[in-house]
């Protein structure tokens, strides 16, 4: 699969504006001319911090509520390495630790600038690498186009610039950051992430418990890879984070939609060079339509926005597909899915919305956060061929029920 970003038109009912529009393109144009467009390859993997003491925690939940495993850790001078894997073709999920509880550095002060996201004030979705054919290239592309890196001397974790793994530095916009990787590094035996090192004992015993308890009844074989990822932003940044997200990368605008019941939109980006998303996920962007400072002459719903107020700019859920079918009681696999995992104590924020009768449509769900990364777990299963990521019910429904779930007492305002 091949698109033309260039003359494709972005699809959905959010309209943009002229500034927008033009530069899409502009970005575009410059990034074939300057040669990234060819440097870059796949999305291949994500990055995800925990604090201390929970990294073990936090792979066994991931044993459960995903297809990954654990495949490989490494030890530098302030983290433990966690790399883990569903299938090769598909990108892999890696999880940092700092070493010691008073560890800091750009994403501890992100945090704590906030009231709900400093209670774990290491625990944080980092961003997404990409492969690239040329790493040096890359980065000098990207810097003569404003785009900030990570330096050794200025970064207190040393996994973030290294010969063989260069970060933009975090987002204004959206507090993530963008990696980048040469092919195939991470075959190599050494990519200077530290020491490589081994599981104990009773670590690897307790991810094998949690790989049988996923097995048990067969959940781990409908859990298909990473459908999307989605970070919640302010409203009046909606256009300039998406513009900065497609300076970083070789992604295309697919379109954005209103969510009018909850005030929002929903702003998704695709690679055009793959037939399915799991080989590179989707990065979507949610912001409200009205910011919450003039929302009081208006009084509409505003969970996006009392995300970032209590939480900051960052990444809300990453979405896994569910494969298509009926299980054997009858119901749909996405249904069995997440009984399956509320038996074993699992918590949701509500139940499946959507149906799936004899036309293509998509059954979705919200997980609760995770008390180790703060990330909520969405699945979606798209029933008979559905072409799209969310129907505007179905996201109306989740985005009320996340934020029910994310609301924050304080002085004279409840959000």
């Known amino acids: 699969m091949s698109l033309s970003i260039m003359t494709y038109q972005p699809v959905g009912d959010k309209k943009n504006s002229d500034f927008f529009n033009d530069y899409r393109l502009k970005i575009f144009q410059r990034r074939k001319s300057s040669g990234i467009d060819d440097l870059l390859e796949n999305l291949c993997a994500l990055v995800v911090q925990v604090e201390t003491g929970d990294a073990l925690a936090y792979m066994e ?136 090192i081994s599981l104990r004992k009773n670590e690897m015993q307790a991810l094998a418990k949690a790989a049988d308890k996923a097995a048990e009844k067969g959940t781990n074989e409908l859990l298909l890879g990473v459908d999307h990822m989605a970070t919640r932003i302010l409203s009046g940044e909606r256009e300039d984070a998406i513009l900065e997200f497609l300076t970083m990368s070789n992604y295309y605008f697919w379109g954005a939609y209103n969510i009018a019941d909850q005030n929002s939109s929903t702003n998704v980006n695709r690679h055009p060079n793959v037939a399915d998303d799991k080989f590179s996920p989707a990065k979507v962007f949610t912001a409200n339509n009205i910011p919450s400072f003039v929302n009081s002459f208006e009084n509409l719903p505003m969970p996006t926005e009392d995300f970032v107020r209590n939480y900051g700019r960052r990444m809300h859920h990453i979405a896994y597909e569910v494969k298509d079918g009926d299980h054997m009681g ?11 995992l509320k038996s074993y104590g699992l918590p949701f924020l509500a139940n499946v919305v959507g149906e799936c009768t004899d036309k293509p449509n998509l059954k979705q769900i919200f997980s609760k956060h995770s008390e180790y990364s703060l990330l909520i777990t969405e699945y979606v299963e798209r029933c008979h061929g559905f072409d799209g990521f969310f129907t505007k019910d179905n996201v109306a429904a989740l985005t009320q029920a996340a934020g029910a779930d994310e609301r924050y007492h304080h002085g004279n305002i409840f959000d």
């Open 61 to 196: 939940e991931l044993y459960l509520l995903t297809p990954f495993r654990f495949q490989d850790a490494y030890l530098n001078e302030t983290h433990k390495i966690y790399i883990m894997q569903a299938r090769p073709e598909w990108p892999r999920y890696i999880v940092l630790e700092p070493l010691d509880k008073s560890f800091s550095d750009d994403l501890t002060r992100l945090n704590m600038l906030y009231p709900l996201a400093s209670k774990k004030p290491n625990a944080r979705y980092v961003g997404e690498v990409f492969n690239t054919r040329d790493l040096t290239e890359t980065r000098n592309i990207l810097e003569s186009h404003n785009i900030r890196f990570h330096y050794p001397d200025e970064t207190e974790n040393k996994f973030f610039s290294n010969r063989h793994f260069n970060f933009t530095q975090p987002s204004s916009l959206t507090g993530n950051r963008v990696g980048y990787i040469p092919l195939d590094a991470f075959e190599m035996d050494q990519i200077e992430l530290g020491q490589r």
């Open 330 to 340: 009858g119901e749909k696999n996405i249904d069995f899915v997440v009984d399956s």
